[in-house]
């Protein structure tokens, strides 16, 4: 049988990670700074993550949920700290799509109301509603299209508060900062407007975490910077460092009812014990203090390049967005002439990095070395 051939993929296999740094067969050294879709935050095989996993693994590594398992808690509870949201409740999922998918349905349960507000560039996944709240049509297949998503420009309030007076809307989905879209920052009064919209109209304010959340923006979710509380706050990729698990974290305003989210793998103990890990690591080396200072000192570090094929380095924290004149060049010169991976976005002139948390100064230097290279080759 073959592969189901949906991915361009590079003809690079990766075999051993260590922190920030990849091995392929033949023994050569990757510098990783996107972290397979921002992904790794803790690091690649740390050995904390490791240690969690394979004790768990040795004791039991699943049941469904339909018994007691304790790590649930212990996680919900780890979670509520670090993000400074103990009072928010937590539904635990595998996937970013799932979660935002759970995240659409709960919100119309809660208020039985059905259009959702998305915004132009958003990408929250490939499932049925994560997908058609998905500004990217080539995604949507025909069974998926609905008129129950409207998409607005993106931090354009006056629209935003029109829309409200003219629909009946159920929830607002947005990204803190949108990755795929190519790291636009939604901006703080825009995030105020909607939570003022949300609340004059019992509309649920759904927060996509899933790229811009656990840390990696300097603080736990980008859009506390904002000052703004989110209904529901979804979360995957960073969470598990790999480790497919995901989740919803939701305002105590919405109350559960029996049977009206679920899951087979959700929760498992294995997902449990990586997502712990991770938080383990992430609170013992400060790792959000960390994303804040790396990501001021790479911004700060590209700017002072000045090169004319710079054209603009956005970010927050560890989610660096840096736009060129030719950044699909670039990006293939870093990969297979400096050994450095870094991202796309739906404009391939931005390149997006996305390192792990616990990145070094050495490190970043590393990149700006190879980064300047890349420039000098390409524009010479
Ligand atoms: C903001 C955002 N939301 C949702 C998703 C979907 O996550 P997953 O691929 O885990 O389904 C992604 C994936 O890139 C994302 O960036």
């Not at 920030?20 to 803790?42: E, F, N, P, R």
């Not at 799509?97 to 929250?124: D, T, V």
């Not at 870094?342 to 616990?358: E, M």
Request: one cysteine or more.
């Amino acid at each position: 049988m073959q592969l189901f051939d949906v991915y361009p993929i590079f003809d690079i296999e990766p075999v051993k990670g260590t922190g920030c740094y990849l091995w392929d067969q033949q023994g050569t050294q990757y510098l990783d700074l996107y972290g397979g879709h921002a992904v790794i935050s803790i690091g690649h095989s740390h050995p904390h993550y490791i240690h969690r996993i394979s004790e768990q693994l040795n004791k039991i590594g699943f049941y469904s949920n339909s018994v007691q398992i304790t790590i649930q808690q212990e996680l919900a509870k780890k979670l509520g700290e670090l993000s400074n949201k103990s009072e928010y409740q937590l539904f635990l999922c595998n996937s970013g799509a799932e979660a935002n998918e759970n995240a659409l349905k709960l919100a119309s349960f809660h208020n039985q109301k059905k259009k959702i507000i998305a915004f132009q560039g958003s990408f929250h996944g490939r499932t049925s509603l994560a997908v058609a709240a998905t500004d990217n049509k080539k995604l949507i297949a025909p069974v998926n299209e609905t008129e129950n998503v409207i998409f607005l420009p993106f931090n354009n309030i006056e629209t935003l508060q029109e829309t409200f007076h003219q629909h009946e809307i159920s929830s607002v989905i947005i990204e803190g900062v949108q990755g795929v879209g190519g790291i636009q920052i939604a901006d703080a009064d825009f995030l105020r407007a909607i939570r003022e919209c949300c609340n004059q109209h019992n509309a649920v304010f759904i927060a996509d975490s899933v790229q811009c959340g656990y840390g990696r923006t300097g603080t736990f979710f980008s859009h506390d910077q904002a000052n703004v509380q989110a209904d529901i706050y979804t979360l995957a990729k960073g969470m598990g460092n790999g480790f497919p698990v995901a989740g919803i974290m939701i305002a105590p305003h919405i109350k559960p009812q029996q049977g009206i989210l679920g899951t087979t793998f959700g929760g498992n103990h294995l997902a449990c014990a990586a997502a712990m890990a991770v938080l383990e690591v992430m609170e013992q080396n400060n790792l959000v203090a960390n994303a804040h200072t790396m990501g001021e000192y790479l911004m700060q570090q590209i700017r002072n390049i000045q090169h004319p094929a710079i054209k603009e380095v956005r970010g927050k924290g560890l989610m660096v967005g840096v736009e060129l004149e030719q950044g699909d060049e670039i990006r293939k010169r870093l990969l297979f002439e400096h050994h450095v991976f870094t991202g796309s976005a739906n404009n391939k002139n931005v390149i997006r990095l996305l390192p792990a948390l616990n990145i070094t100064h050495n490190e970043i230097n590393q990149f700006l070395e190879a980064f300047r290279a890349c420039l000098a080759v390409q524009y010479a």
